[in-house]
């Protein structure tokens, strides 16, 4: 390769260190902001608290019920996301290791889901969840979150099932396994990193979810952490370093699970936005 | 060996699950739109039939045509203002860059976190009284430029805009950085050896081998364009005045605020058929090109 003149590499950093600060910065202020009092941040709302204020976070923790909201979100992403694999893995099974009539219709069918905008669908939702009196309860979230992400589930697990080599199942019908007993023990276990792929991706999707929370779920002790924390922060306007504490408490779990699972995530949530 | 019978059973019953939740709550919706779309109807008195009416009503609605204005505003701010430079981040991140990790790594951040916390992020930069951009231009002496950034009509869209690209540019850099680093270095090497260098070299080879992922990226862009709430929702619902309306909250508010749940229906209509509309457009034109 031929060598960059320094011109470049300068222009390159310069960039690059704008491109990083324009994406920090908010954050990093918001969690300094999160640790001063109100009369300290709106005197110099940029100097470092004085005294690291975490009564801002008990407060808020306490005030905008906080427990409430992370045991709701992790209930829901979670019943979701093991419906989601489960019955997304089995579908996909079938439609990638077995030849039958409506094969290609059903798979076609499953895919048109990802065209779907689901603002198109939110009116008749909740329609049918009222009519089933469902209407705000966990059921009424979990179901969507199912539906909603079985095609892109099933996308990505039927790719991978197909790849396998045909006499794989051969081996244990000669064993006279039965076609479940097949798929759960021969087929699952070596379709993992796949799985693992859209166990990610349902639980990133499931636990930002807003908009369906938002129209179906109207009791505070069922709210989901973006709907709680949503809705504390259009009440609480009076504390600035209160909403900051909240959100910050709301920030930190997503961004160490982005750390630690950040090479998976990526490849996954890339995966899903260019295949759905 | 398994006898046909057994098999089209555990075929069935396999599938039967999750076939019953998509079509009965991804599928089934999107006919009941339609049909709720014919009729005047507030969710809870008896419908009553009007045919094609609220269609009629909606295209003389001028706050529907803002609400259009808006999605055309927001789809370019994707590809005029999130493709370009998630692709110009994606160039400079796929030479071996000191400190590339973490430029990656952080860059991704905002796309990893809902857009919930984005708009809720982006609330306390904007805010009029102690808001980080207002504190920022007092400090650096330029009083006369805060504003009231979310409810000044002037200045509201593009400081939704700018949230938007903040939100997703780095799901792009990270697309393009993978596309980017599966061009062979042989291409790269007889590109350099007939001389094509730099800019050049940009144009007229790298952004050719990675047409389709661009084509992908664009579609993707303008799907996703067509889906945004959360984030002006929350940030200003709508307003000022409908001045950043799009048509996801126009249904919304129509619906659940106004309780016009057939009209609202028939905007969800529109918002699909416009969406698979302008994918099918421009996967037409990336195809022509070929």
Redesign the interface.
Known sequence: MTKKSPLYYIFAYLFLGVFALFNIIPIFYMIVGSFKTEQEYAASPFALPEVLQFSNYSKAWEVANMDVYFFNSLLITFISLIVTVMLGALAAFFLSRFEFKLRGALYGLFLLGMLIPIHATLIPIFMIMKNLSLLDTYLSLILPYTAFHLSLTIFILEGFMRSFPRDLEESGVMDGAGIYRIFWSIILPITRPAIATVVILNFIYNWNEYLFALVLISSESLKTLPLGIANFVGIETASLTLQMAALTIALVPIIIFYLLLQKQLVNGMVAGAVKG | ??TLK???L??FV??L???I??????????I??LY?SLFNWD?ISAKVFIGLDNFGDIFQDDIFWLSVKNNVIIMLTGLIGQLPLGL??AL??N?S?K?NG????????????????V???????Y?TE?G?LN?VLG?IGLEGWQRNWLGDPDWSMLSISLAYI?QNC??YM??FL?ALQNISSEV?EAA?LDGA?GLRKVFLITIPMIRATIL?TVI?SI?NS??V??LI??LTGGGPAHQTEVM?IY??NN??LSRQ?GY??AV??L??LF??IV?VIANRVGREKD
Do not use: C
């Open positions: 060996m398994h057994k098999t089209r555990a075929i396999g599938l699950p999750s076939l939740i998509y079509v009965g709550v991804a599928i089934l919706p999107i009941l739109s709720y969710g110009l981040l400079l991140l030479r860059l400190g973490f430029f990656r790594t952080v860059g991704f951040i905002p796309v990893v976190i809902s857009s919930v916390m708009s809720l992020i982006w609330g306390m930069i805010n102690y980080f504190s400090v903040w780095g799901l990270i697309i993978a790269n350099e260098t992908v993707y799907s067509f889906r709430f959360d929702q929350i996801t249904m919304y619906a659940f749940f609202g229906s969800s209509i918002i699909l969406s698979l994918v």
